[in-house]
C-alpha cells in the first residue's frame, strides 16, 4: 500500500476489529516516521488536537475534537485516537460540520460532484442505506449530504498532506469507494489507497 499520499481505511462502525486494524496501522505508520496526519469522520472539520502535546489526556483530546460520545464512543474510537496523539501526530475532525448540513441538503451544484452514473449509485447507496425507508422526494437532499461529507473529507486531507508521508482517513466503508466516495474528491495526480473491511466470517 505504500508508499502514498492518502490511505482511506473504510470501516464498519460496529466492528471492534476494525478499529484495532486502525490503531496498528497508525501505530507502525507512526513508528517509521511516515505518518503526516490521521483524519476522522467521527469529528468535525475544524477540530483537531495540533495544539496538544503527546503528553495529552483523553479529556484534553476529546474536547479539542469536540468528541460526541453518543454518536461514536470514545471506548472504540479512543485507541487510535490516542495512538496518533502520542506519537505526535495531529488528529483532524474530517467530517463536515452540523450547521451546514441543512445548506448542503438544498445545493443542487453537489449533484455535478459526480458522473451521472455515480449520482445514480449514490443515490441507490443511500436508498439501500436507509432500508428503503426514505420518502423519494428526501433521496437526492440525503444524497447530497453524503456527497458533502466525501468532499469535506478530501479537502481535510489535501490540506494534510505532507511530502513523504501518508495522510490516513477513518471512515465508514461508505465514504471509500472510488466513483462515489471521497477518492472521486481528490486530485488525480495524487496516491490514494482504499481499504475497505468487511466484517463477519464465511
Same mark, same amino acid.
Given at each position: 500500500?505504500?508508499?502514498?499520499?492518502?490511505?482511506?481505511?473504510?470501516?464498519?462502525?460496529?466492528?471492534?476489529?476494525?478499529?484495532?486494524?486502525?490503531?496498528?496501522?497508525?501505530?507502525?505508520?507512526?513508528?517509521?516516521?511516515?505518518?503526516?496526519?490521521?483524519?476522522?469522520?467521527?469529528?468535525?472539520?475544524?477540530?483537531?488536537?495540533? %495544539? /496538544?502535546? &503527546?503528553? +495529552?489526556?483523553? =479529556? *484534553?483530546?476529546? !474536547?479539542?475534537?469536540?468528541?460526541?460520545?453518543?454518536?461514536? #464512543?470514545?471506548?472504540?474510537?479512543?485507541?487510535?485516537?490516542?495512538?496518533?496523539?502520542?506519537?505526535?501526530?495531529?488528529?483532524?475532525?474530517?467530517?463536515?460540520?452540523?450547521?451546514?448540513?441543512?445548506?448542503?441538503?438544498?445545493?443542487?451544484?453537489?449533484?455535478? %460532484? /459526480?458522473? &451521472?452514473? +455515480?449520482?445514480? =449509485? *449514490?443515490?441507490? !447507496?443511500?436508498?439501500?442505506?436507509?432500508?428503503?425507508?426514505? #420518502?423519494?422526494?428526501?433521496?437526492?437532499?440525503?444524497?447530497?449530504?453524503?456527497?458533502?461529507?466525501?468532499?469535506?473529507?478530501?479537502?481535510?486531507?489535501?490540506?494534510?498532506?505532507?511530502?513523504?508521508?501518508?495522510?490516513?482517513?477513518?471512515?465508514?466503508?461508505?465514504?471509500?469507494?472510488?466513483?462515489?466516495?471521497?477518492? *472521486?474528491?481528490?486530485?488525480?495526480?495524487?496516491?490514494?489507497?482504499?481499504?475497505?473491511?468487511?466484517?463477519?466470517?464465511?
Amino acid at each position: 500500500l505504500l508508499p502514498t499520499n492518502f490511505l482511506l481505511i473504510g470501516e464498519q462502525h460496529d466492528a471492534p476489529d476494525h478499529q484495532r486494524i486502525e490503531r496498528e496501522v497508525v501505530q507502525a505508520l507512526a513508528a517509521k516516521g511516515q505518518l503526516a496526519a490521521v483524519a476522522l469522520e467521527m469529528a468535525e472539520q475544524g477540530q483537531d488536537t495540533r %495544539q /496538544l502535546a &503527546p503528553t +495529552a489526556t483523553d =479529556a *484534553q483530546v476529546r !474536547a479539542a475534537l469536540r468528541w460526541n460520545d453518543a454518536g461514536w #464512543p470514545w471506548k472504540a474510537y479512543g485507541p487510535v485516537v490516542m495512538a496518533a496523539v502520542q506519537a505526535g501526530v495531529p488528529v483532524l475532525g474530517a467530517n463536515l460540520p452540523r450547521t451546514r448540513m441543512k445548506d448542503a441538503m438544498s445545493d443542487v451544484s453537489l449533484d455535478a %460532484q /459526480l458522473s &451521472p452514473e +455515480a449520482l445514480k =449509485a *449514490q443515490q441507490e !447507496a443511500v436508498r439501500t442505506g436507509h432500508c428503503d425507508a426514505l #420518502p423519494e422526494s428526501q433521496i437526492g437532499p440525503m444524497t447530497r449530504i453524503q456527497i458533502a461529507r466525501d468532499r469535506t473529507m478530501a479537502q481535510t486531507l489535501i490540506q494534510a498532506r505532507s511530502p513523504g508521508k501518508t495522510v490516513v482517513l477513518v471512515s465508514g466503508s461508505g465514504h471509500s469507494p472510488r466513483v462515489t466516495g471521497v477518492p *472521486q474528491h481528490l486530485p488525480t495526480e495524487m496516491e490514494v489507497r482504499v481499504v475497505r473491511l468487511v466484517a463477519g466470517g464465511a
